[in-house]
């Protein structure tokens, strides 16, 4: 992987360097004072202020090359910054689009966080979404997203609410993994309002991942199992409804959750056995089989590529136990010339076998079965 895959380069727009340019021109020295005095007390950087500070004062002084610019700028922009988002600087796109609240994709801003902005954010400024709908990240997904991250770059922004000194992601994490396979040192976010509730913000996400592609039954069953289990939703009905779902469907999921975590990070791993009846047939079969059982299951189904049909019909088999022959009594018996056996079976079965009889005594013990049967 080249440099230039590994590492995205950030470039200023050279109106926005002109217009930052003349406005530190209209900045008088005690205005630039008094920045370089708030910079040395926020994070004692007073030379970062004292290379902004001379051209700001002096505009005839001002950086000549776009390299110049684009440093002043940035030392400007980590100045006037407090320490927890130092270093967070970005700029817009060279097409000069001033961006809006919603358009995250095509403006990026530079400065402390604000709402519908958008900013390049450390990985280690980034929290995860605590509720996020999705759970289980496989490798095929990550895999892919990093290619298309290098591909066509990240055209969209994860969005995410400012908590202390840090950024809670409300959605965006499959890129964030994406992009830390790939070394990139960023995640681009747009800044969105706090969620009112831990309910808000899981109804927020799931919304936004739906948009996209839905989390799987397993992601739901484990996610909704904690929400219950914690209050968020009083009970399934009150899950169903805010998700406008069936609650047969609701409770259909969240039996999912039965299963131990080892079995759904394994089921998530492949995508053929995540269609509802499937998951379905296996949980029965792991109800009846246990943890092992179910494990070899999912691992021969990934080989094979069984389908829906072969997993239930297992599933059936398991469900009825190993084949048994009914047991039987055995009693020697004779009558005339004739020797035998006499078999009584648990299920309520009787079979006589006699061999050598002659043929009037033969006829005689049929006509005495018969009278004793009363046929």
């Known amino acids: 992987m080249s440099f230039k895959q590994k590492f995205r380069p950030i470039q200023l727009d050279p109106q926005r360097v002109a217009k930052a340019e003349a406005q530190g021109a209209k900045v008088s020295a005690e205005d630039a004072a008094a920045l370089q005095a708030e910079a ?8 970062a202020a004292q290379a ?12 000549s090359s776009a390299p110049a610019r684009q440093a002043a700028v940035a030392a400007l922009a980590a100045a006037a910054a407090p320490a927890a988002v130092r270093g ?33 954010v450390p990985h280690e400024c980034l929290r995860p979404n605590p509720v996020n709908p999705r759970i289980f990240y496989t490798v095929d997904a990550v895999e892919n ?4 991250l290098l591909d066509e770059g990240q055209t969209t922004a994860a969005t995410g609410y400012v908590e202390d000194d840090h950024v809670v992601l409300i959605e965006g994490q499959t890129r964030q993994k994406a992009c830390q396979q790939l070394n990139w040192p960023t995640l681009r976010v747009e800044i969105r309002p706090k969620p009112q509730s831990v309910r808000t913000l899981y109804e927020t996400a799931r919304a936004a991942n739906e948009a ?11 996610r909704w199992k904690e929400l ?19 609650e047969g469907d609701v409770s259909r999921v969240l039996s999912l959750a039965k299963m131990p975590r080892s079995i759904l990070q394994a089921l998530a791993e492949v995508p053929a056995l995540l269609y509802a009846r499937t998951l379905a047939s296996i949980r029965a079969y792991w109800e009846t089989c246990g943890d092992d059982k179910t494990l070899e299951l999912v691992v021969r189904a990934r080989a094979r590529g069984m389908s829906f049909r072969e997993i ?8 009825k136990g190993p084949y048994k022959r009914p047991h039987a009594s055995r009693m020697k018996v004779s009558f005339g010339a004739g020797k035998g056996e006499l078999k009584t079976f648990e299920d309520g079965r009787i079979q006589l076998l006699l061999e050598g009889l002659s043929d009037d005594e033969a006829r005689d013990l049929q006509q005495r079965l018969q ?3 009363k046929v």
């Open 40 to 47: 040395a007390a926020v994070d004692a950087a007073p030379a």
């Open 52 to 63: 902004v500070a001379a051209p700001a004062a002096a505009p005839d002084t001002a950086p």
């Open 88 to 120: 967070l600087i970005a700029a817009a796109p060279d097409d000069g689009v001033d961006g809006e609240f919603g358009t995250s994709q095509t403006a990026l801003y530079y400065g402390p966080w604000q709402v519908g902005q958008v900013y390049e």
């Open 145 to 148: 997203m990093a290619q298309s």
């Open 212 to 222: 996209r592609s839905n989390p799987s039954n397993l992601d739901e069953a484990l």
């Open 228 to 246: 219950l289990d914690t209050g968020v939703y009083p009970h399934q009905r009150a899950l169903a409804e805010a998700l406008r779902l069936h």
């Open 312 to 319: 239930d019909n297992l599933r059936k088999a398991a469900e």
């Open 371 to 373: 009278k004793a049967l």
